[in-house]
């Protein structure tokens, strides 16, 4: 496997963890109660934590500092799915986005925990027991709201719709997916989906949501490969707002 | 981050609650602050001590949650991820702390519904200085370098109070917040020490702020309202002149030091009396400010309102759930 490939890689995932924890970052001092507040701040926080992890091992694969590479690039050089970069909404739609991207995440992580590649690994499989946690949260509060009343019901299964196209805009294939699998790297996204599929519906199902058939659903591609919705832009030009106003300075 | 100068009721108020106490347990209420004591929240109080620390303390909980917003609007534009990551687990940390103080003034008979209604009808008050604007990464520094410094002062003389529920959330809030002040006085050494333009961005900040922050601990106490009762039941544990005193003299040498200047001609130490002198700040303003007037009010409010609106549904579905009617979806 070449190093541009293992390169797509990492930055995927680390685009991913930069723009949703700086997506979630955003319900600081705005959650609907101080606890939930509190508790996605940390998530957020852990996010943006290992998307640095990530960007590190890039510096290490000779890619620039962390803080160059991410807060100087424009949208179409960022590598995220499409559904991370979408606006918070509504408490429902950044709770079931947690909720579908984490699931995601964790069977990601603890995939590459058995990557081949060293140091890959290493922070996969910190990030996986991390990850673990944020995942028992979103199963806790998806079936909580969800079985509340219908007001939060119907929130909830109406964000659960409108997401689940960008949702499965996260296995968007790469070019190089037959190499990951080849070279034993990890076992790829249609991989990571099948199982994402089987573990979210058993908890959709407890919390009585409906899951749509899933050749119904059309996904949202793109993100992987530079083509971003309208919402990507604004986000990074505010990220690196005083970054920009002098990049060779020390902040 | 917690400001002073709290309002306190009116002395009127006062007597009325106290003239029907019963003297014999006002006394041993007494005797116990004066041997230093903690009144916990299942002991007899007098009626005047509940309300003026419900006060108090929900004022300070007001506080950490508004102030969660000057800064937090700076966490999407924080430069680099380690100030990125530094103040999102510093406005996280100012959050936790009115969760401790809502928890705190909820031991005394006031629920966390109750004193937040109060907040965004504009009932109760939160500390003034949080109705000034950040207009730049620099202003968000200043924040959390002196506005967190000004509050640790006020929090480690009221961690000595009477009211045990009170210190103990005090205790735990002092130690977060030195990592606080350490944080926000990097950033500004970075800032004073950096750049052309980073220098000038904070100086301009602190020209803006210091005004705000003399105003800070309230007004003097030459002109404040008389608080010895509070005083004497440890309720108010240091004058609003004693605070700044402290404060300037903790940390005007070290904005010196940065090379920045503050802007009053007249602030000096003066050597004899140890004390440090300044121009009058406008009490004017501050209390036109307090009383709702001042640049950010309107929003201040306006943004705790929506998240409240916003967030309406989750605490409707808590409460339906903790009252065991769980919805049961229909069959598709
Ligand atoms: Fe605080
Ligand atoms: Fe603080
Ligand atoms: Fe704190």
């Known amino acids: 496997m070449t190093e541009e ?6 930055y995927k995932i680390a685009d991913d963890q930069l723009i949703l924890g700086h997506r979630n970052s955003e319900w600081t001092g705005m959650g609907p109660l101080l606890e939930e507040d509190i508790a996605f701040s940390s998530m957020a926080q852990d996010k943006v934590g290992s998307s640095l992890a990530f960007y590190t091992l890039l510096h290490d694969l000779g890619e620039q500092e962390p803080d160059t590479v991410a807060f100087t690039r424009n949208a179409e050089q960022f590598h995220n799915c499409q559904f991370v970069e979408l606006p918070i909404g509504e408490y429902n739609f950044s709770l079931i986005r947690h909720f579908l991207f984490d699931h995601a995440e964790l069977i990601r992580f603890q995939m590459l925990a058995e990557c081949p590649i060293e140091e890959v690994a290493q922070v996969a499989k910190k990030l996986k027991g991390e990850v673990k946690y944020h995942v028992m949260h979103a199963n806790t509060w998806i079936k909580q709201l969800s079985n509340a009343n219908e007001e939060a019901h119907t929130r909830m299964q109406e964000s659960l719709n409108y997401a689940l196209p960008y ?37 959709l199902t407890e919390a009585g949501l409906t899951l749509p058939a899933w050749d119904s659903i059309e996904a949202v591609y793109g993100g992987r490969y530079g083509k971003h919705t309208e919402h990507l832009q604004p986000l990074l030009s505010e990220m690196t707002e005083v970054f920009n106003v002098d990049p060779t300075a020390d902040w | 981050m917690y400001g002073g100068g709290q309002v306190f009721e009116p002395s009127s108020t006062n007597n009325d609650l106290l003239k029907d106490e019963d003297p014999k347990k006002l006394a041993e209420f007494e005797a116990r602050i004066a041997r230093g004591e903690k009144i916990e929240p299942k002991d007899w109080m007098p009626k005047l001590y509940r309300k003026q620390l419900i006060r108090m303390i929900e004022q300070h909980g007001h506080s950490e949650i508004i102030g969660a917003l000057p800064e937090g609007t700076w966490i999407t534009r924080a430069p680099g991820f380690k100030r990125k990551l530094a103040l999102m687990a510093k406005v ?37 200085i949080f109705n000034y ?143 440090w002198e300044f121009t009058e700040p406008d009490w004017e303003e501050f209390k036109r400010v307090i009383n709702g007037d001042g640049p950010c009010n309107k929003e201040r409010l306006a ?30």
Not at chain 2, 93 to 105: I, N, R, T
Not at chain 2, 310 to 328: F, H
Request: proline letters at 4%; one cysteine or more.
């Open chain 2, 92 to 128: 996280q940390d100012e959050v936790g702390h009115a969760q401790l103080l809502y928890g705190a003034a909820e031991t005394l008979g006031k629920s966390r519904e109750q004193m937040i209604q109060d907040l965004i009808t504009g009932k109760s008050k939160y500390s003034n």
């Open chain 1, 5 to 10: 490939a293992l390169k797509d890689l990492l």
């Open chain 1, 167 to 203: 949702a499965l805009g996260i296995f968007e294939p790469s070019q190089f997916e037959n190499d990951f699998i080849e070279a034993g790297i990890y076992p790829g996204e249609k991989a990571i989906e099948t199982k994402w599929k089987e573990n979210i519906s058993k908890i």
């Open chain 2, 133 to 275: 604007p950040t207009f730049t990464w620099a202003d968000s520094c200043f924040i959390s370098w002196l506005v967190d410094a000004g509050a640790i002062v006020n929090q480690l003389a009221n961690a000595r109070g009477s009211y045990g529920p009170y210190c103990r959330a005090l205790d735990r809030i002092c130690a977060e917040e030195s990592f606080h002040l350490k944080y926000g006085h990097h950033c500004v050494i970075h800032l004073a020490t950096g750049t052309p333009k980073q220098r000038e961005m904070m100086q301009e900040a602190v020209n803006r702020w210091w005004a705000p922050m003399m105003h800070f601990f309230g007004p003097s106490d030459k002109i404040s309202t008389h608080t010895e009762i509070l005083t004497k039941w440890k309720v108010k544990m240091a004058t609003n002149d004693e605070c700044r005193q402290q404060f300037l003299d903790m940390y005007v040498p070290k904005i010196w030091e940065l090379g920045l200047t503050i802007p009053d001609e007249n602030l000096k130490r003066n050597e004899q009396t140890g004390e």
């Open chain 2, 303 to 332: 943004v705790r309102r929506t998240a409240e609106e916003r967030g309406a549904w989750v605490r409707r579905a808590l409460a339906s759930k903790t009252k065991g009617e769980e919805y049961v979806a229909p069959m598709a």
